[in-house]
Nanobody, 114 residues
């Protein structure tokens, strides 16, 4: 059974950093493409970043390009999102997604505020 559990969300000041993690079970994340999405209060869910299977090519939404990095920790079977230079508009619930299984985690809340 596929299961995704996000962690690492917190309250952080503008300009700060956070590292989100998504622990996967029921499959090996190295074999599948994976996504991070986010949903801000009152808005729809939007894709933040994707990492492909195999060699792990990555792509990012324009609004996080150069600030966020998606990666995999294959030893821990976890998806990572390193977020730097955070802005108030990054405030959202962040979700990991395994599209091959149509699987979503429960989300982890990130609040960027002074």
């Amino acid at each position: 059974q596929v299961h995704l559990v996000e962690s690492g969300g917190d309250l952080v000041q503008p300009g700060g950093s956070l590292r989100l993690s998504c622990a996967a079970s029921g499959f090996s994340i190295r074999d599948y493409s994976m996504n991070w999405y986010r949903q801000a209060p009152g808005k729809g869910r939007e894709q933040v970043a994707v990492i492909a299977d195999g060699r792990g090519g990555t792509a990012y939404a324009d609004f996080v390009q150069g600030r966020f990095t998606i990666s995999r920790d294959n030893d821990k079977n976890a998806l990572i999102l390193q977020m730097n230079r955070l802005k108030p508009e990054d405030t959202a619930v962040y979700y990991c997604n395994a599209p091959s299984f149509d699987a979503w985690g429960q989300g982890t809340e990130v609040t960027v505020s002074s």
